[in-house]
């Protein structure tokens, strides 16, 4: 993790490349994990945008995947499991200029951080939700997680998988996203583009990935071999056909499934400051007395 003061110090260069976003430490992912791709995307998607690193804060929970503030010279914010949201959502009140990205995986965003997942979608939370989804828990080395496929046994599963899988683009249509995407892993110059489009997006963005781990559930091949574009005349702006895509989809589609603009819900709090009032301790006690 980078120094915080060296961060704030920082240069305002020309023109910021992929290195100037790097902290120096080397990711310590297993060789040919998905989130080397992912990295590289949003490195290039933050030089792309020519953001201050300094401007920047990645917040994150536990999981492989939620290491990444670590390899960035950006603010980082490594909080407790499926918390790195709402510590979003905190952050983004309290300074607005913030780009702030939540960077997570499917057991930290779809099992212990799902309560949260709906309301950040809901309120419009201004924030871009970069989920790698490998379908394990790669961390606690290889049990099934909220994504993995029903019969697919883990050690946690020896008898398969009984639950259906969680559908993070569904889910996030259906909680009132108004940005979902989703990208693969292995196609980082395209995930770049997506990230991209996200973080200017005013309001939540969710880009789900596909990204395998190489390690204990390798599914590189299938995704290879699934993947498809969304059609080129796709409409963005049709919620209805999005989600009867997420429902019935055969094959892994990638692109923008969906985006609306709706006032976010950062603005909309700021419209009740002059309203505000001192609060006052012993008064509100007095209720209560």
Known sequence: MPDATKVAQATEADVLTVKDYKSGDKPIWCPGCGDFGVLSATYKALAALQLQPKDVVVAAGIGCSSRTPYFMSTFGFHGVHGRSLPIATGMKLANPDLTILVMGGDGDL?????????????????????????????????????????????????????????????????????????????????????????????????VHVQSPCAEFFNTYDFYDEHIEELPSDWDQQDLKAAINLALTEEKVHLGVFYQEERQSFGAAVRQFEPEGKQFDLAEYLQRFS
């Open 110 to 206: 779809m099992s212990i951080g799902a309560g949260h997942f709906p309301h950040a979608a809901a309120r419009n939370v201004d924030i871009t939700c970069i989920m790698m989804d490998n379908q394990t828990y790669g961390l606690t080395k290889a049990q099934a997680s909220p994504t993995s496929s029903m019969g697919h046994k883990t050690k946690s599963t020896p008898y398969g998988v009984i639950a259906k899988p969680m559908a993070p683009v569904l889910f996030a249509l259906a909680n009132g996203a108004t940005f979902v995407a989703r990208g693969y892993s292995a196609k980082p110059n395209d995930l770049t583009d997506l990230i991209v489009q996200g973080i200017k997006h005013p309001g939540f963005s969710f």
